[in-house]
């Protein structure tokens, strides 16, 4: 495939800041994307809450299946767009890497307890994970990946400047002064794609799951923008289909509806702008990759319904409440008992001189933990 002007090219990477040699069946970016799917972190990702605790269902999405859902349409996307395929795909299966259990839920509240000591950002995480907290080769910490999978991870919402005074954002900062991933700019198309297919994937897949949880019906959905004509259409081609079917039909049809849609705003946007390299992408004044406006706001009604009718439904209420208790309260006896900690962890903690460094000890340990170890750790600590 001849790859457009703007993509990224491989043969042309800034490379990796612990020099390698190359590989002889991959190129470098497929070497990184293979690195983030034998990583650890990426494994536990199947124990990890998308919205529903892992638990909960064998049918409801896990960060896993999300993953693996953003990452084909990433694909898919990038594909259509003349992108290299192998660079999307990698920063779609790495972007939530860094989520602790329980979901936003979890990640809120590490947060909390980590306030006095630079507080907690699922995003960091992720990049925290990829350079230091992977142990897999004798030579380095992390997993040496490319310049421009490390910049995507970070940049893939766009600059990331005014984040570099946050606390939260330390570890990025201490990298960045090493190796600049240039925060005041744009990342690039293949990194704008993998977030957009992160809004597709989480938006269609959320009404799914939701709808097969009993959180809200197909009926309560026929006047929601955007979903709401798509449902009507399917019951008008197949006025017998089952709900069952009817909801996967949707959303496979929302699916295409909003892929052709970024489709045809960012060709319109790449011409508008006159962007021919992939330098012109990060310096440009905008996102190329997005939805058009009257997508953008239908997406925002329905996230609107969404809100209301799943995120804060009492049963995920529930959930979040158990979420929040489960990991402050063995944030807290770690911290004020670390020898309660597994040994490695432990010694890891004793190796700390500062308060600040043994509580992200403390909270790396709790955020690589999938959902149900964090329920069993408590149980074996609170529970006798």
Not at 316 to 343: C, I, Q, V
Request: hydrophobic letters at 40%; glycine letters at 4%.
């Amino acid at each position: 495939m001849t790859l457009a002007p703007y993509a990224e090219d491989v043969t042309k990477s800034l490379g990796r800041l612990h020099p390698e040699s190359d590989s002889a069946t991959r190129t470098a970016f497929a070497r990184d994307r293979d690195r983030i799917i034998h990583s650890t972190a990426f494994r536990r990702l199947k124990g990890k809450t998308q919205v529903f605790v892992a638990n909960e269902g064998d049918y409801f999405r896990t960060r896993l299946t999300h993953s693996l859902e953003v990452s084909q349409i990433a694909r898919s996307l990038a594909h259509s767009m003349n992108l290299d395929v192998d660079l999307a795909e990698t920063i779609a299966l790495s972007h939530d890497l860094g989520h602790p259990p329980f979901g936003h839920a979890g990640e809120d509240e590490l947060h909390k307890c980590m306030e006095p000591w630079g507080g907690f950002d699922h995003n960091v995480q992720t990049f925290r994970v990829i350079v230091k907290l992977e142990e897999r080769y004798p030579a380095w910490d992390g997993l040496n990946l490319t310049w421009e999978t490390l910049e995507g991870i970070i940049k893939h919402n766009g600059p990331v400047t005014h984040h570099m005074a946050e606390p939260s954002w330390k570890s990025i900062n201490d990298f960045n002064a090493q190796w600049d991933l240039r925060p005041d700019t744009f990342a690039s198309m293949e990194a704008q794609v993998a977030a957009i297919s992160d809004d597709i994937a989480y938006n269609n897949h959320d009404v799914d799951d939701g709808l097969r949880a009993g959180l809200f019906t197909i009926a309560d959905l026929l006047d929601v923008p955007m979903i709401g004509p798509v449902l009507q259409g399917v019951q008008k081609d197949w006025p017998a289909l089952n709900d069952r079917m009817v909801r996967l039909e949707a959303v496979r049809r929302m699916i295409g509806i909003m892929i052709a849609d970024v489709q045809a705003e960012t060709e319109k946007r790449l011409k508008e702008d006159g962007i021919e390299t992939p330098e012109d992408v990060r310096m440009a004044k905008r996102q190329m990759v997005q939805f058009s406006k009257p997508v953008y706001d239908d997406l925002s009604r329905l996230r609107g319904f969404l809100f209301q009718r799943m995120y804060k439904h009492y049963r995920l209420n529930r959930t979040r409440s158990y979420a929040k208790r489960t990991l402050n309260e063995m944030f807290h006896l770690f911290l004020a008992e670390p020898d309660t900690l597994p040994t490695d962890w432990f010694e890891l903690v004793c190796a700390k001189d500062t308060e600040t460094a043994r509580a992200r000890v403390i909270c790396d340990y709790i955020a690589g933990m999938t959902d149900a170890y964090a329920i069993e750790e408590h149980k074996r600590l609170f529970s006798f």
